[in-house]
């Protein structure tokens, strides 16, 4: 009988031990991003976080590049820098259920739109997320949607090596472009110093399936 009574304390014990496990496993806060952890998955909500770091050149010269990875060949030529390779991007996507639409290519008619799941960009500053449109201009004016859409592309990007994450216009090479402007439309694009950190500050942004 005795030994009975300590089996069972001795699967009683067990069992608040693995359920103390399982509860810490589902409400363990996610790893802060960082240089060594610069993107996040949320299945839940879909989403993907990633760091960038403001390039404030781009605040008065104009750019067709929102985000490319820090060593690929376009990597100053961006409003914003990262550690993320588009590779990832892409995998993430598609594990969050976005299909690509690999519509566009180097030999694309001008004007050709992009194609592809639609993907909703936030910028988080100073912990409030906007959409990414309110601190950008087009030509000096403001932009109400560049409806971004996953594009794809990563067979040219993995043989381009540009490193293009996010894209302004519609392209050939960008994983996620904006779709209101085709291919080929140019470098008009420009971040809101009055937005956006300075030169150098981080921003978190979010890219979200719709």
């Known amino acids: 009988m005795k030994k009975k009574s300590l089996l069972i304390s001795f699967f009683a014990s067990l069992l608040v031990i693995i359920g103390m496990f399982a509860v810490s496993d589902v409400t363990a ?3 802060k991003l960082s ?7 949320n299945k839940k909500k879909k989403t993907i976080t990633m760091l960038t770091t403001v390039n404030g050149t781009y605040f008065t010269q104009g750019t067709r590049h929102v985000i490319v990875n820090s060593d690929g060949t376009n990597g100053n030529k ?4 990262t550690d993320v390779q588009p590779k990832q991007v892409y995998k993430d996507l598609k594990k969050l259920g976005a299909k690509p639409g690999d519509n566009v290519t180097k030999q694309s008619k001008p004007g050709t739109k992009v194609k592809g799941t639609k993907v909703k960009v936030y910028f988080v500053i100073n912990g409030k997320k906007m959409r990414a449109e309110k601190a950008v ?3 000096g004016k403001d932009v109400k949607n560049l409806d971004f859409k996953f594009g794809g592309n990563m067979a040219m990007n993995n043989k381009m090596k540009t490193g293009c994450v996010l894209c302004f216009d519609s392209c050939a090479v960008g994983t996620v472009s904006g779709s209101k402007y085709g291919t080929e ?3 008009h694009f420009t971040g809101k110093s009055s937005v956006l950190p300075k030169d150098g500050k981080q921003v978190k942004v979010i ?3 719709k």
């Open 185 to 187: 439309y140019g470098e």
């Open 29 to 31: 806060p996610a790893a």
């Open 35 to 41: 240089s060594d952890n610069p993107i996040q998955m």
């Open 78 to 81: 961006s409003l914003l820098k």
């Open 137 to 139: 201009q087009v030509n």
């Open 207 to 209: 890219m979200q399936v």
